[in-house]
């Protein structure tokens, strides 16, 4: 039973690429969450999708978009990469609002 | 918007000695959460708090919700050098939809 599952779980961008990063679940929960971690600042959300098919802004979603794949698969969408998205990215997700977030082992993005 | 304010941001303490950090809020929580980090890892689970005055134990680990529901402290007693890594504070609404709030982190440093 994988739980969150995270790739790549490393990647290296150039200012102005883009990329997707993939997030999937095997525990059939309903809600699912990206978050950003930076140094002395704990986990800020992005965007989370409260079930299938809806998607909302977080605390800082400017520069990135998401897409609820299915109620398993949650991705999340650089367009145009900048430096200050250099960060470690979280995915997590929970099956009813009351409980407790499950959280992936991260994605760790450089951008140049 | 919420705030969550967590505090120590780090300590260094001798194996053995006991811990105790806690987080404060500007709004009142139905859920209080408190994770672990380990480098490298994502965030897992270690203790959750549901009423106003639970006090929960995890083996060493003791967390209480605040009877104002704007606090929670987290102690770990007899600490070991496996005890090192960034505890969260994290903590919910009602009608946020799952969504969480999570303090700056504690970082714990545990010298045998």
């Known amino acids: 039973n994988a739980g969150v599952t995270q790739t790549p779980k490393f990647q290296v961008l150039k200012t102005g690429q883009s990329m997707t990063l993939q997030c999937a679940q095997d525990m059939n929960h309903n809600s699912m969450y990206w978050y950003r971690q930076d140094p002395g600042m704990g986990l800020r959300l992005i965007y989370y999708?409260?079930?299938?098919?809806?998607?909302d802004k977080g605390e800082v979603p400017n520069g990135y978009n998401v897409s609820r794949l299915n109620k398993r698969e949650f991705s999340l969408r650089l367009e145009s990469a900048a430096p200050s998205q250099t960060s470690v990215y979280f995915c997590a997700s929970l099956r009813l609002p009351n409980q407790p977030q499950h959280f992936g082992d991260g994605t760790r993005l450089s951008i140049l | 918007g919420q705030q969550l304010n967590q505090s120590p941001q780090s300590m260094f303490i001798q194996e053995g000695e006991d811990v105790s950090m806690n987080c404060t809020s500007s709004?009142?929580?139905?859920?209080w959460l408190w994770y672990k980090q380990d480098p490298g890892e994502g965030p897992v689970l270690l203790i959750a708090?549901?009423?106003?005055?639970e006090l929960t134990s995890n083996g060493r680990l003791t967390a209480q919700f605040g009877i104002t529901r704007k606090d929670s402290f987290l102690n770990i007693s007899a600490s070991i050098p496996s005890d090192v890594g960034i505890y969260f504070c994290?903590?919910?609404?009602?009608?946020?939809?799952?969504?969480?709030?999570f303090g700056q982190g504690t970082e714990l440093s545990v010298k045998p």
């Open positions: 709004s009142i929580f139905n859920t």
């Open positions: 994290a903590g919910n609404s009602e009608g946020q939809g799952g969504k969480l709030i």
């Open positions: 999708s409260a079930s299938e098919g809806t998607t």
């Open positions: 708090l549901y009423k106003a005055g």
